[in-house]
């Protein structure tokens, strides 16, 4: 298990805490969205713009919508986003997350996170968000979502999109939005006893967090969020992969014998054939290594890597780092310098009971993929959230 401290406790600026739980029911509120289709603007325009320190959102926004680039809804709504990259089609529901109350009971917790934050990016984060008074873009949630709201979706994509465009990264894109009050009402009730896994933006759900603690109320009492239905179109969840810098081969298989883990050389075809659920590979670019550090029905790969595997190391070799593809791994191993470790892709449910349990996965143990570009759906933090 991954130790992490509480959220308020005090914290150096590596550590790594547990932001607080959002209690039940979950509900995924209307809102006015901002809108400003990427296709509109130069390449990044929107994320340079927004992520800029210091940036004079207000005066952003306003130019934006003189030029005719951006709107802003007169009527509050959810809305349903469409993407479609390189073959994959992701749908989610967008609306505004309630992050106002607090789950005592850990069986009332609505919003799963399964990696732990770092208290000054979190910070960071909180401070820009305040300071722009908006949220620039959704995180990314995923659950098993019931029958009931998926029929009531697809009813929605039988109606004409309010918008249908192509942005400047190829992505393809459809929005629809709900409105109607039996509509809404069968949302907030299929959501209800729901239980989501944060995907993607697990400081950005701290940051809100973090700013209605400080200023509870109006727009700060929710977040901006993307709800994927795994059952529907479902997200590619894939590995993230280790570089081990200051490691050998042989101080690696040296520390899987002292930890109880087996592992054998291989040649390089065979170590990548075996690649999987029950195994993780290690290469210096020379030599190659299966290890047998299998998941199980509650615990994963890559947390019995981390945390009976590396401690297991001699001395005290440098961070690990990440890499999101086989190749720039391999790009990095040297015999005697650095090892490449290829890890299996995590199983959802896996992630989703190892959260509902508390627990922590290793930092960059998950990559759900594809995201949406950023920028297309914005919200606006002096937007009160719309909701009984």
């Known amino acids: 298990m991954v130790a992490a401290a509480p959220y308020d406790a005090p914290m150096s600026s590596r550590a790594v805490v547990v932001p607080p739980h959002v209690a039940r029911p979950l509900r995924l509120l209307p809102f006015r969205a901002l809108m400003l289709p990427p296709?509109?603007?130069?390449?990044?325009?929107?994320?340079?713009?927004?992520?800029?320190?210091?940036?004079?959102?207000?005066?952003?926004?306003?130019?934006?919508?003189?030029?005719?680039?951006?709107?802003?809804?007169?009527?509050?709504?959810?809305?349903?986003h469409e993407y479609t990259t390189a073959g994959i089609t992701v749908r989610g529901?967008?609306?505004?997350?309630?992050?106002?109350?607090?789950?005592?009971?850990?069986?009332?917790?609505?919003?799963?996170?399964?990696?732990?934050?770092?208290?000054?990016?979190?910070?960071?984060?909180?401070?820009?968000?305040?300071?722009?008074?908006?949220?620039?873009?959704?995180?990314?949630?995923?659950?098993?979502?019931?029958?009931?709201?998926?029929?009531?979706?697809?009813?929605?994509?039988?109606?004409?999109?309010?918008?249908?465009?192509?942005?400047?990264?190829?992505?393809?894109?459809?929005?629809?939005?709900?409105?109607?009050?039996?509509?809404?009402?069968?949302?907030?009730?299929a959501l209800a006893r729901a239980r989501v896994l944060i995907a993607d933006g697990h400081h950005r759900y701290a940051a809100y967090l973090a700013l209605q603690g400080a200023h509870p109320g109006g727009g700060r009492n929710t977040g901006l969020a993307m709800l994927v239905d795994q059952d529907d179109t479902p997200l590619f969840l894939g590995p993230?992969?280790?570089?081990?810098?200051?490691?050998?081969?042989?101080?690696?298989?040296?520390?899987?014998?002292?930890?109880?883990?087996?592992?054998?050389?291989?040649?390089?075809?065979?170590?990548?054939?075996?690649?999987?659920?029950?195994?993780?590979?290690?290469?210096?670019?020379?030599?190659?290594?299966?290890?047998?550090?299998?998941?199980?029905?509650?615990?994963?790969?890559?947390?019995?890597l981390h945390e009976d595997l590396l401690p297991a190391r001699r001395g005290t070799p440098p961070p690990v780092e990440y890499r999101h593809t086989v190749e720039a791994a391999l790009a990095d191993a040297r015999p005697g310098r650095a090892l490449a470790v290829l890890m299996p892709a995590v199983d959802l449910d896996l992630v989703t009971r190892i959260a509902t349990t508390g627990r922590l996965l290793p930092e960059k143990a998950t990559s759900f993929q594809p995201k949406p570009t950023p920028g297309l759906l914005i919200r606006s933090l002096r937007d009160a959230p719309v909701g009984r």
């Not at 999987?276 to 030599?287: F, M, N």
């Open 39 to 80: 296709a509109r603007g130069p390449r990044g325009t929107v994320e340079r713009a927004l992520g800029r320190p210091g940036a004079r959102v207000e005066e952003l926004l306003a130019r934006w919508a003189a030029e005719g680039r951006l709107t802003h809804d007169d009527t509050p709504g959810l809305y349903l």
């Open 240 to 304: 993230i992969h280790r570089v081990l810098p200051g490691t050998s081969l042989e101080s690696l298989t040296s520390a899987a014998r002292s930890a109880g883990v087996d592992f054998a050389y291989v040649a390089r075809r065979d170590a990548l054939a075996a690649l999987g659920p029950s195994a993780v590979v290690a290469t210096d670019g020379r030599q190659w290594a299966v290890l047998a550090v299998a998941s199980t029905t509650d615990r994963a790969a890559v947390e019995i």
């Open 93 to 189: 529901l967008v609306g505004a997350l309630d992050v106002s109350r607090r789950a005592e009971d850990p069986a009332e917790q609505a919003v799963l996170p399964h990696e732990g934050v770092h208290c000054d990016q979190v910070t960071q984060l909180a401070d820009r968000m305040g300071h722009m008074e908006v949220d620039p873009a959704p995180i990314l949630l995923v659950h098993r979502g019931p029958a009931r709201l998926r029929e009531l979706l697809a009813d929605v994509r039988r109606s004409e999109p309010i918008a249908t465009f192509t942005d400047h990264t190829q992505q393809q894109h459809r929005l629809w939005a709900l409105r109607d009050r039996e509509q809404l009402e069968a949302v907030e009730e």
